[in-house]
Structures are given as C-alpha cells and as structure tokens.
C-alpha cells in the first residue's frame, strides 16, 4: 500500500472499531431498552425495530443518489455527525413517540451509509488486501462490540442506567464522526470519480 491507502486503511479499521463499541453498548439491547423505559408490549417493540430495519432498507436504496450529489465522503461526514448527535438526545428524551424517533433515525441514518463506507473505501485499496481488510474490519468491529456488550450489564443496572450507556456511546461516535472528518480532508475530492 501507499501512503494513501495507508490511512485510508486505518481510519476504515478505527472507525469500524469506534462505531462498533458505541453501537454495542446499546444496539442490541433494543427491545430491553424500549421495555425497561416504557414498559411496552412485545408487539410493538417488535414494530419499532422492524421500523428502525425498514427505514435502513429505503435509506441504503437512496444513499447512493445522495453520494451521486453531494460527494460519497461528504454524505459520509455529515451523516457521521448527525447521529452522535441523535444518541445524546437519547440520553435526556424519556417521552415514547419522540425516543422511538430519535432511534428509528439514527438507526437509519448510521446504516444507510455503511454501504457508501465500505465500497469507497475497499474501491481505493490493493484487490490483494481486500479479503484480509474485510477479516480485520469483522475483528475489529465483532470484538469492540462483544465488550461494549459486557459493559451494557453494568451500566444498566447503575444509579445512572442508560443515560450513562447513551453518554458514553456518543462520545465514541463522536470520536468516529472527527476520524470521517479527517477521512474527508484527506480524499480532497477523490470521491468524485468514485461514481463516475
């Protein structure tokens, strides 16, 4: 690899690694969340993460036309941003409808551009790395998650509970959203011959 693709493949590695320990401290404890705060049915739990499913499936089938204007690491970036965002305010919102809006969009807005993510960047490294890049990647994101996972047990049952799991997740997606940031600067508009 160059110098390039040096850093491309890093903050790709540093990234997922960020994201993936911010996401499993709570993005798989969903239906244990929306039942410990609100006390709802099974049923309409289960609505709301199909909900959250549904709106990544619309967003992932547009993502590219928003790349296609806007430049894929500019989407990138303030999509990035955005959801950090959208987590803190999970922290502090305890009403139903606007709690579920909040997660149903970030879960959308994180998703939808993972597609965008994975392609650029494995579009700009050597076809010879690409199947370990991918093996490193799935390291780095099962292993980040499976201790956030083991934190989860901890913070929920503190005095604080899930204000702190939200708080502490969103500073690691904030830490993700400068790594992009970076990752923006760098590709100085190489994106722009990505869709041709």
């Known amino acids: 690899m160059d110098e390039f693709q040096k850093k491309i493949f890093a903050f790709y590695i540093f990234s997922t690694a960020s994201v993936g320990f911010g996401a499993g401290l709570f993005i798989h404890f969903g239906n244990v969340i929306f039942y410990d705060l609100f006390a709802l049915s099974a049923t309409v739990i289960g609505f709301i993460l199909a909900l959250a499913q549904f709106g990544t499936s619309i967003g992932s089938t547009f993502s590219h036309k928003l790349g296609k204007k806007f430049g894929a690491s500019k989407v990138l970036m303030l999509s ?11 922290s502090f919102v305890r009403e139903p409808i606007s709690f579920t809006a909040i997660y149903v969009a970030r879960f959308t807005i994180m998703n939808m551009v993972n597609p965008i993510f994975n392609t650029l960047v494995l579009s700009y490294l050597p076809k010879s790395i690409l199947a370990s890049t991918a093996g490193i990647r799935s390291f780095a994101n099962n292993t980040s998650r499976a201790f956030a996972a083991m934190l989860f047990s901890v913070l929920a ?10 708080l502490i997740s969103s500073i690691f997606y904030f830490v993700n959203a400068l790594v992009i940031y970076v990752f923006y600067r760098i590709m100085k508009g190489k994106d722009s011959e990505f869709y041709g």
């Open 80 to 90: 990035n941003l955005a959801v950090p965002i959208l987590i803190l305010m999970l």
């Open 157 to 166: 049952t503190s005095s604080s509970g899930y204000s702190i799991i939200f």
